[in-house]
């Protein structure tokens, strides 16, 4: 038999073989899941599965909830996959609140429930929906799947939906993350781009939280932006989550906080979830762990605080484009302005031809031309012909010609005795039509105008209980380092130069994290920063081990060493604020045998008193000496420093502490992100000793002394005052006091000296609080109330009013409440006489 089966080769090169296939395939495939299943189109901001469900919906829709398996069945005449995903977009578009309204359970978005099943719940579209979506005489329509059915290519959005609902799908090759966006905003901007003005859009979550968007970028790829949960501080053992990060679920915000508690980042003691109609997740901390640094460590370490990066791809004349969210927003409110026009131009024809008939209506039975029909013609042709050359007289009132259909239309209606209140009737319809024209012609000549009424008639009814969720505030960048728990312990082995977490059996040095740098100097000279590890070699006979904290500019070194080479003594102080991690740095003049005499490490640039013993073969006249190491400067590390003694030196001993020879340290308050910092930015506090503490008055009428950790974390919100604290200052408060409706003031000094501990000094009662407070010596408040003509000032010396007193008393009566009552602090001037208070 002869071998029937062709060569290879000749498949290869035949454009219907198999190789030809594979050159087509996967580009139609790619195609296809990108304008067909993945990226919404911009003209309705719809993926077409989310269309085919509304369009679906409109169907049906008879003002009834429909179950959801109706629909769904519904949708598969105009979809061609399986009702799995047909109900899953269904739930999607449900969730998100805004053209579907739902009935059962639908799940939550905010727990990562899911929704009944399609059987149990129910739907119908919005009002909003059938406003702004749809409109039959502007579709443009094209045949289903399967030809036996119209479905529309858009729908006629009038309404900036992809922004307001966003939107994310893969596809081949390309991805789109489209956030939502305020459903009020996103109308006022409209309105905005329409009169000409500039406009920002920014997102906005269904489950709250704040967000930082300073790095949006219009939504474009390369933009990111961070998402926080709200975490409240209720007291110093216990936090609460108040809601989720966009994207993120109750349990895998639990699983990341319990995760990151494994690993030793944060130290909790208990999460438990306690949500309902709010989000609320408890955490419980262990003993003796600051609620400020593990707020910042779960916002560091868990998904309390996540990442999103938006890429705006939407499809655009059957091309994916990659747009700004001003560009969507621009193209979708030119999209609604036009799809306007459309509809006003079908009413004003829709108006023209009704004016038409009723005017023809109105000229047929006041003119008496119906009774044409009662004259005997020959045949039917020739009564129409009759009826037609009857309204000879008339046709030059009439705005079109007249056809043979509107006289068939005119001979079908009831003839029977024409009374002249049924003209009358006609006359008032065809004025009433002629005022709807007039109206009709002006919205489109004053098209803008007539646009921004629609969008404000669109805020106006559906805008109540949209507004932002989600709070636009900056966020301060988290120091992962700095706010990791320490709960690894490290080792040394100090004769034979190794550190670590392994040995065990040797010297115990600190509780570090396992993000720390540890810092080491050895007898040689050498110093080294490595990671916290298992074990690893510095070098032989270390002096010194501790965590190595970058850019600080406090901890100072102080060294003696000697020369191998030429046997000179030399003295150094330093700063290292900044090392090539596992790199050996020499901090002597680099010979083989220079060695130390003496090193200490000082927290806050201590300079102590070293007694000196030369060797007595040495020729010396001064054998012993003090060596003060105040009178050397600080320099950088790599400087060799300054000869102590050419004589070679038998011992250095530590003498006598000293004093810092560094400024006290200055603090800024920055009250945008309420911390603490030496960056200068901020409110100056002053300069600070080790020892010095700040006293923080909240409007809630506590205080609190704190110490100088830059880890704390201020609600600027609350914070009135923050300063150094002075035992002897005088404070001068004040308060509301709700109950007698009047304005108190008290002087007290404060006799607590207590760390993180608030102190309540007003008068308890709700809705009592602090109005004004300052630690001036002799304070004058200025007060102002009334408006216009009615405007009364008065300055007020406080001491002249209320004594000082115990903090606990309640103070002397101020002025009556009055809500215009405006309070100022003021310099009081020499020779200021007291003024009248307010009564």
């Not at 003496?598 to 001064?622: D, M, Q, R, W």
């Not at 502490?657 to 506090?685: H, I, M, V």
Request: glycine share 6%.
């Amino acid at each position: 038999m002869a071998n029937s089966k062709k060569p290879k080769e000749e498949y290869e090169h035949t454009d219907n073989g198999i190789g030809g296939q594979y050159k087509t395939w996967f580009l139609d495939y790619a195609s296809y899941v990108i304008l067909e299943r993945a990226v919404p189109a911009i003209e309705d901001g719809l993926k077409p599965v989310q269309r085919r469900i509304l369009h679906a919906m409109k169907e049906m829709d008879d003002g009834r909830f429909n179950k959801v398996a109706n629909i769904i069945g519904q949708s598969m005449q105009y979809h061609p996959h399986g009702d799995a995903s047909i109900g899953d977009a269904l739930v999607n578009l449900g969730q998100k609140d805004l053209l579907i309204e739902t009935q059962g359970n639908w799940g939550d978005v905010r727990t990562g429930d899911e929704a009944a099943a399609s059987r149990y719940i129910e739907a119908r579209l919005s009002k909003f929906a059938l406003e702004v979506a749809f409109n039959a005489k502007t579709t443009d329509w094209a045949l289903s799947y399967d030809g036996r059915k119209n479905e529309p290519v858009t729908l006629p959005m009038k309404f900036p939906l992809l922004l307001a609902q966003g939107a994310e799908g893969i596809a081949v090759g390309l991805a789109t993350k489209i956030l939502p966006h305020n459903f009020c905003e996103l109308i006022d901007a409209s309105i905005k781009y329409l009169r000409g003005k500039k406009f920002e859009i920014l997102p906005d979550f269904q489950t709250g939280g704040t967000m930082d968007a300073s790095n949006y970028n219009e939504g474009v790829r390369g933009g990111k932006i961070r998402v926080r949960a709200v975490i409240e501080e209720v007291d110093k053992k216990t936090l609460v989550i108040r809601n989720v990060p966009f994207g993120v679920t109750t349990t895998q915000l639990m699983e990341s906080i319990v995760k990151a508690n494994d690993q030793g980042k944060i130290k909790v003691k208990k999460v438990t979830d306690h949500t309902a109609a709010e989000v609320e997740i408890i955490v419980e901390l262990a003993p003796g762990i600051s609620p400020d640094i593990t707020i910042d460590a779960l916002y560091a370490f868990t998904d309390c605080e996540v990442s999103i990066s938006p890429n705006t791809c939407v499809i655009v004349k059957d091309k994916p484009q990659f747009l700004k969210v001003s560009d969507l927003l621009k193209t979708a409110t030119d999209n609604t302005k036009e799809l306007l026009k459309r509809e006003l131009e079908i009413k004003l024809a829709e108006l023209y031809e009704k004016w038409h008939f009723t005017s023809l209506e109105k000229i047929f039975f006041e003119e008496k031309i119906y009774k044409e029909l009662e004259k005997k013609h020959e045949t039917w042709d020739k009564v129409l012909e009759a009826i037609d050359k009857a309204f000879t007289p008339f046709k030059k009132l009439l705005k079109r010609d007249i056809t043979r259909e509107d006289i068939i239309k005119l001979t079908e209606k009831p003839v029977r005795r024409i009374y002249k209140l049924d003209i009358d009737d006609l006359i008032e319809q065809i004025k009433g039509l002629e005022d709807d024209i007039k109206q009709v012609k002006f919205d489109l000549d004053n098209l803008t105008d007539f646009a921004v009424a629609y969008y404000e008639n669109l805020l106006k009814k559906y805008g109540k209980g949209r507004e932002r969720k989600t709070e636009i505030k900056q966020f301060d960048v988290i120091q992962a380092k700095s706010v990791a728990i320490a709960n690894i312990k490290i080792y040394a082995n100090f004769a034979d130069g190794f550190i670590g977490t392994g040995l065990k059996k040797d010297e115990f040095i600190a509780e570090v994290s396992d993000l720390d740098d540890i810092i080491a100097f050895t007898k040689a000279g050498i110093m080294k920063v490595v990671k916290v590890s298992d074990k690893v070699f510095i070098g032989k006979d270390i002096l010194h081990v501790a965590v190595f904290m970058k850019n600080d500019e406090r901890t100072t070194y102080n060294m003696i060493y000697v020369d191998g080479k030429t046997g000179v003594s030399f003295s150094k102080r330093f700063n290292v604020t900044g090392v090539t991690r596992d790199k050996e740095y020499d901090l002597t003049k680099g010979s083989d045998k220079s060695r130390l005499h003496y090193f200490t490490a000082n927290a806050n640039g201590e300079a102590e008193v070293v007694k000196i013993v030369l060797s007595p073969n040495c020729s010396a006249h001064k054998k012993e000496f003090d060596f003060y190491f105040e009178e050397q400067d600080i320099k950088g590390r790599g400087s060799i420093g300054n000869q102590v003694t050419k004589y070679p030196i038998k011992s250095v001993k530590f003498k006598e502490a000293g004093n810092s020879t560094l400024d006290a340290k200055k603090l800024w308050f920055d009250n945008k992100f309420g911390r603490l910092n030496t960056d200068e930015k901020g409110e100056y506090l002053g300069k600070f000793e080790a020892e010095d503490r700040l006293v923080v008055i909240y409007n809630d009428g506590n205080y609190e002394i704190t110490d100088q950790e830059l880890t704390q974390r201020f609600d600027t919100e609350k914070v009135l005052l923050i300063e150094k604290f002075d035992a002897e200052k005088i404070i001068t408060a004040v308060y509301f006091d709700k109950e007698k409706v009047q304005y108190s003031v008290k002087r007290f000094k404060i006799e607590t000296s207590t760390l993180h501990n608030k102190f309540f000094f007003i008068k308890e009662g709700d809705g009592n609080y602090l109005e004004a407070v300052t630690t001036e010596d002799e304070p004058v408040l200025a007060m102002q109330s009334g408006r216009g003509a009615q405007v009364r000032k008065a300055k007020v010396t406080i001491s002249k009013v209320v004594d000082v007193m115990g903090w606990k008393a309640l103070g002397n009566k101020l002025a009556d409440f009055n809500k215009s009552i405006e309070m100022e602090w003021v310099p009081r001037l020499p020779n200021n006489p007291q003024a009248e208070l307010f009564e």
